[in-house]
């Protein structure tokens, strides 16, 4: 079993940065693909950002992309998100996961373990 624990969520201005992490426990995530979702109030959790098991592919949500950037260190069996020029409609609960495999898309289908969350608050 893999458990996830985000961190790095907090009440940040429109413009600001923050950088979330993602900690992972029980085994070894260095060959699982991993990525972060998002879930605002009153609406369906989204796809963000993924990365391969090496860190040399990464994709992102259109409404993401730019801003953005998911990262890896095997080493210390973490991710990373870094969110630049956020805007309130980032809002939201993050949740880090992972696949049980090396590649994975942006459905919530592939991947198998979740974390509890980190909330990233965006004031105007």
């Known amino acids: 079993q893999v458990q996830l624990v985000e961190s790095g969520g907090g009440l940040v201005q429109a413009g600001g940065s923050l950088i979330l992490s993602c900690a992972a426990s029980?085994?070894?995530?260095?060959?699982?693909?991993m990525a972060w979702f998002r879930q605002a109030p009153g609406k369906e959790r989204e796809f963000a950002a993924t990365i391969n098991w090496s860190g040399g592919i990464t994709a992102y949500s259109d409404s993401v992309k730019g801003r953005f950037t998911i990262s890896r260190d095997n080493a210390k069996n973490t991710i990373y998100l870094r969110l630049n020029s956020l805007k309130p409609e980032d809002t939201a609960v993050y949740y880090c996961a992972a696949a049980n495999r090396p590649y994975a898309l942006g459905y919530a289908s592939q991947y198998s373990y979740w974390g509890q969350g980190t909330q990233v608050t965006v004031s105007s």
């Open positions: 029980g085994r070894t995530v260095s060959s699982y693909a």
